[in-house]
């Protein structure tokens, strides 16, 4: 479900979800950063770092992510780029390259307003998405609470986002908040139940409880109306006189309510459809190596789970539901990617 989801908007803290992969999956976490003046003086949320203080670049997005620290953005960005020009410059490429987003420039690592700092609900959903399939980033994504002992200020940093903490919803497996003046309350959340994996991105609410209320009405939805079917390892398919099958399981996440439709091409890709035609997912097949022709797949759909309820939206949002991965083999060669619903 989405609404207004390529409309460009400002996101605040949400801003961090981008910073942290490129940084986990481009440098090394181990490396001690020398905080600056300039990242001192960052205005807004802060992990109170001080100038010339030692901290590692982990344990600098730690405090980006849990407790939205201003301070660590630049920090990182400085030490990662040379400059927070320069990391902003190297982040839009790598979020277009890696994630293919469409309607996304950021001018900071942070999140602090900037008017050329803008993005839709459709890429953070998609750069979430991306960011939650590496571990070290779901790992700090999901913490709730972490010991803080830096130079100036011993604390334990507790996550600002609601349902992880204060309002625990069933389920919740991660989630940034944001706010800044011209972008209203923004909020990312990640929740799984079973095998069903949500992402819920809300932006431009006016107040703070709208973003929770709107969450937890999209996360009741999809996990209200969605289930998964698969479709078995070794299924054959036929078009014309030629056989293929597919090569690994194939889960498909789609609505609870009416039948799916199967047809492949000749080039053997399986488009798996809703009764009125509209296309859910679509597979690249192998041909197989017999020269005979097999009987079509009848019976490979199993329905896994049904979670019932429904809801309603009142500000920009989108629900992404997220399959597990599953193996496509194009060409003779293997790769693993994951498969995602709308």
Not at 8 to 13: D, I, N, T
Not at 204 to 232: C, E, P, V
């Amino acid at each position: 479900m989405k609404k207004n989801a390529d409309t460009a908007m400002y996101p605040a803290s949400l801003t961090k979800i981008a910073t942290a992969i490129y940084v986990i999956e481009t440098a090394d976490l181990d490396d001690m950063v020398t905080v600056s003046g300039n990242a001192r003086d960052t205005e807004g949320t802060s992990v109170f770092l001080e100038e010339g203080e030692q901290v590692s670049l982990k344990k600098l997005v730690q405090g980006l992510l849990i407790n939205s620290g201003n301070d660590a953005g630049v920090a990182i960005a400085e030490h990662v780029g040379g400059s927070v020009g320069q990391f902003t410059s190297e982040l839009n490429g790598y979020l277009q390259q890696k994630v293919g987003v469409q309607n996304t420039h950021f001018e900071n690592p942070h999140g602090l307003f900037d008017s050329g700092h803008v993005t839709t609900a459709q890429d953070l959903a998609a750069i979430t998405r991306y960011a939650i399939q590496n571990e070290t980033f779901r790992e700090i994504f999901g913490t709730v609470e972490l010991a803080w002992d830096g130079e100036s200020w011993d604390t334990t940093l507790l996550t600002h986002h609601k349902l992880m903490r204060e309002r625990p919803y069933d389920g919740i497996t991660g989630g940034k908040t944001g706010f800044v003046n011209q972008s209203g309350f923004t909020l990312a959340t990640t929740a799984k139940r079973d095998d069903l994996n949500l992402i819920v991105i809300t932006l431009n609410a006016n107040m703070q409880k709208d973003a929770y209320q709107d969450t937890i009405n999209l996360l009741d939805y999809g996990f209200g109306r969605f289930t998964h079917s698969t479709i078995a390892k070794g299924m054959t398919f036929e078009t014309d006189d030629t056989e293929y099958k597919t090569t690994q399981p194939l889960t498909i996440t789609h609505k609870t309510d009416g039948e799916l439709q199967k047809d492949v091409s000749e080039e053997g890709v399986l488009k798996v459809r809703k009764r009125k035609g509209e296309v859910v997912d679509t597979f690249q097949l192998e041909k197989t190596k017999q020269d005979r022709r097999s009987e079509t797949a009848k019976s490979d759909v199993k329905k896994n789970s049904v979670l019932g309820s429904s809801a309603l939206m009142a500000v920009v949002s989108i629900v992404v539901v997220m399959i597990g991965i599953i193996g496509v083999l194009y060409r003779r060669k293997r790769k693993r990617e994951e498969r995602f619903f709308w």
